[in-house]
């Protein structure tokens, strides 16, 4: 296969892949760790005017959609990508550390969150996948 194609397919698979991952931990997160009493977290909006009543473990849901997502998509991408694995890893971090930073601006949070969000899930988290990833590939 044309290398400059797999590349594309990489990129687009780990986005993809991570978007979904993300996506499918927020859906879950309120029957994991069910949302204040008066929370309404199915708008932006309805989010925004509750977030007060959020309590630390609230979090933990968004953090993993996070970090998991930016894992895998990052992963899937070293694993795909015909050369510079590392580089399209770390394009995926941050593909997702973008929509981190957009998610912080439009969604008022703690701090505390705000910085290990935007500190622990994207950039290590794709460095770890791109390290596990060329691990896996030299062993095979």
Same mark, same amino acid.
């Given at each position: 296969?044309?290398?400059?194609?797999? @590349? #594309?397919?990489?990129?687009?698979?780990?986005?993809?892949?991570? +978007?979904? &991952? @993300?996506?499918?931990?927020?859906?879950? +997160?309120?029957?994991?760790?069910?949302?204040?009493?008066?929370?309404?977290?199915?708008?932006?909006?309805?989010?925004?005017?509750? #977030?007060?009543?959020?309590?630390?473990?609230?979090?933990?849901?968004?953090?993993?959609?996070?970090?998991?997502?930016?894992?895998?998509?990052?992963?899937?991408?070293?694993?795909?990508?015909?050369?510079?694995?590392?580089?399209?890893?770390?394009?995926?971090?941050? &593909?997702? &550390?973008?929509?981190? #930073?957009? @998610?912080?601006?439009? &969604?008022?949070?703690?701090?505390?969150?705000?910085?290990?969000?935007?500190?622990?899930?994207?950039?290590?988290?794709?460095?770890?996948?791109?390290?596990?990833?060329?691990?896996?590939?030299?062993?095979?």
């Amino acid at each position: 296969m044309n290398p400059i194609f797999k @590349n #594309i397919i990489a990129v687009i698979a780990g986005f993809l892949c991570g +978007s979904l &991952l @993300n996506g499918g931990i927020i859906m879950i +997160s309120g029957s994991v760790i069910p949302p204040p009493n008066g929370a309404d977290v199915t708008t932006m909006e309805g989010l925004r005017a509750s #977030i007060h009543l959020f309590e630390p473990k609230h979090f933990l849901m968004p953090f993993l959609a996070h970090a998991l997502g930016t894992f895998a998509g990052a992963f899937l991408a070293a694993k795909i990508a015909a050369s510079h694995q590392m580089k399209f890893a770390m394009g995926i971090g941050i &593909l997702f &550390l973008a929509g981190g #930073i957009t @998610n912080v601006i439009l &969604l008022p949070s703690p701090l505390w969150f705000s910085i290990l969000d935007i500190a622990g899930a994207y950039i290590p988290m794709a460095y770890l996948a791109y390290k596990l990833a060329d691990s896996k590939k030299t062993e095979s």
